[in-house]
């Protein structure tokens, strides 16, 4: 039989365990709904800018308007793997990791590049590639100007040519308890054609379209990479309630097996001692 001392330790490291894991779930719910409010005001924004730009289309041609909508023959692409710098959160990391290791075999035939956001993604991207850049560093401030600066260096790289195509890899928010890995291309910007035929509007435009494209553009850009990332900040809360949650009922479920064993261990052995007591009685009165 177990001994029982070793069975106490164990569950006091069981019920320790679940005060943090409790403790940790209670802490990601108070956090999600700040980070689910800042993706929700943000998401009408970014559909509306790309509405905007979709009615200037209407009448110019994008890809000559624009550096960042020129398409050119695919050498080198840049993926940008968005992902937390804390782990506990199920398979939110490795989820992201999993999907950018695809890509890149997927792309195999073309020179990649990778730009992570989030220590979790670079620490596991540095044993086998070089990266880029890491910017995970954006998270200690999260912030549009933050997500802006390493857009901006990424806009700047591929119109000087030195990557011609980029894709965002990053947990999609999608509820509490779901997130998708998603990719989408930045660069070069697709806006699809304005086919709203029920109205022929004829827009007068100030100063011109090809200058409102060449402000609105690199604004479109920056929105769709900070929104990325504050998919990915209200997934990884998700996810991490989501794991803390099941990680303390797993922790609640063996504290009561172990419970119970405890009980029977000690059963049998104050059952021992009595039989030793009776044995011996017995033995004295017939000696």
């Known amino acids: 039989m177990a001994n ?93 990791v999993k999907e950018l290791n695809a890509l890149l075999q997927e792309n195999s035939g073309c020179e990649t590049e990778i730009l992570t956001i989030g220590k979790r993604v670079f620490d596991a991207v540095k044993k086998n590639r070089t990266v880029f850049a890491n910017a995970s560093n954006v998270y200690d401030n999260l912030n549009f100007d933050a997500v802006s600066g390493v857009t901006e260096r990424v806009m700047n790289d591929f119109k000087e040519g030195k990557f011609d195509k980029v894709y965002l890899v990053y947990n999609k928010f999608i509820n509490a308890a779901t997130q998708e890995v998603v990719t989408e291309q930045v660069l070069p910007i697709e806006v699809p054609e304005n086919k709203n035929s029920g109205t022929n509007a004829d827009y007068l435009f100030e100063p011109n379209a090809e200058e409102i494209l060449d402000h609105l553009i690199p604004k479109s850009i920056k929105t769709q990479v900070f929104k990325a990332v504050l998919d990915s900040v209200a997934a990884e809360h998700g996810a991490r309630m989501t794991a803390m949650h099941k990680a303390t009922d797993n922790a609640q479920s063996l504290k009561n097996d172990l419970v119970i064993f405890y009980n029977k261990a000690r059963q049998a052995a104050i059952t021992n001692e009595i039989l030793e007591i009776v044995g011996g009685a017995e033995a004295l009165k017939n000696g």
Not at 11 to 38: H, N
Request: net charge positive; no cysteine.
């Open 4 to 96: 029982l001392k070793e069975i106490r330790g164990r569950i006091t490291s069981i019920s320790s365990t679940m005060q943090i894991t409790s403790a940790m779930k209670m802490v990601s719910a108070a956090k999600l709904k700040k980070a689910q409010d800042a993706i929700v005001m943000l998401r009408p924004y970014s559909e509306k800018l790309q509405e905007i730009i979709r009615n200037v289309n209407s009448g110019t041609a994008v890809d000559s308007a624009s550096d960042y909508a020129k398409n050119r023959a695919i050498k080198k692409i840049l993926f940008i793997a968005v992902a937390s710098n804390r782990g506990l959160a199920g398979a939110f990391n490795s989820s992201v």
